[in-house]
């Protein structure tokens, strides 16, 4: 019998091993980045809400914000109006990591660039 019988079991089942751990890797990376996506999205969406209702007030503009954050199924962490300019941060539950992920965003007015030169 030859010394090496049964050795490309052995290769087939590290081979496996390593697709079955580069698999589990990208899944978790996709994960996570779609995680992380979603709370921008929400963010984004909650800054905008506030902005847009900036005029009626921190309250009524913030309660907006909290709205269209719980719609994209995010929770809002922080809301502050500066005048019209809204600053949200809301925080989604990761379904891979053990903290959840936290966005922030700004919005408000566009404010005229003067031209070069």
Partial sequence: MRADTGSATVWWVALCALLWFLTL???MAASVRFDRDRATTAADLAALAAAARAAQGTDHACERARAIA???RAALRTCV???PVAEVSVSVPS????R???ARARAGPAHAVPPPG
Avoid at 95 to 98: G, K, M, Q, R, T
């Fill in 25 to 27: 890797a990208v899944l």
């Fill in 70 to 72: 719980e719609a994209n």
């Fill in 81 to 83: 109006l500066d005048g």
């Fill in 95 to 98: 379904s891979v990591l053990d």
């Fill in 100 to 102: 959840p992920i936290i």
